[in-house]
C-alpha cells in the first residue's frame, strides 16, 4: 500500500527487506525532498524576506529580520536568512540544539548516531569536522546534520539540523 502512494521510506524498508537494489530517494522537482519540515514549516513555502527589512553590515553581509507572525510558529527551532553577493539569499531552518521533539522523515532524531543517519541517508558527500564534532551535509538533498562528540559514548550524536534553500 506504502509503495503504491510512492513513500520513499516505504519503498526503502521494502526494498531493503527484500534484498533488492535501493531505490534513488524521492525529490519535489526542485530537488528536494517534499516531505522534510521543522516545526511544520517546509523550506520551500517560506518566503524570502522582503528588500526594506534588512539591515546591512558590510558590503558582503546582511541581516534580515523575520516576520513577527512567523516567528511565533516556530516552536523549537529558528529561521535564518543569509544575503550572499550579487543579493542571493539563503534561507535556514534550524532546529533548537538537542530539544527538537521531532524526526525527520527519515526518523532522525535529536540524539541519533553518526551510524543511524548513514543508514538513513548513507554517507554525507561532504562532511566537515569541527571542534566539537562533525557536520554532514547532503547538498541535493538541503539537509545539514550537526553532530557532538558524546565523550561517555565515545561517538557522535546529532544535537541539532539544518535544512536549507539557496536560490
Known sequence: MAKATNKGLAEYNLA??????????????????????IDSKDINAIPYPP??????????????????????TLLHSRLLYARRPLGKTTKFLITNPGSYPGKTSRDIGSGASRADIVKAYGEAPTSIQTPQGEIMAYRELGILFIMKYNFQKKDSELERWVLYKEP
Do not use: C
Open 51 to 72: 528588500e526594506g527589512q534588512k539591515l546591512q553590515i558590510e558590503a558582503n553581509l546582511s541581516f534580515h529580520r523575520v516576520h513577527k507572525l512567523e516567528e511565533d
Open 16 to 37: 531493503k527487506l527484500d534484498n533488492l537494489p535501493l531505490p534513488a530517494p524521492p525529490e519535489s522537482p526542485d530537488g528536494f525532498f517534499e516531505d522534510e519540515t
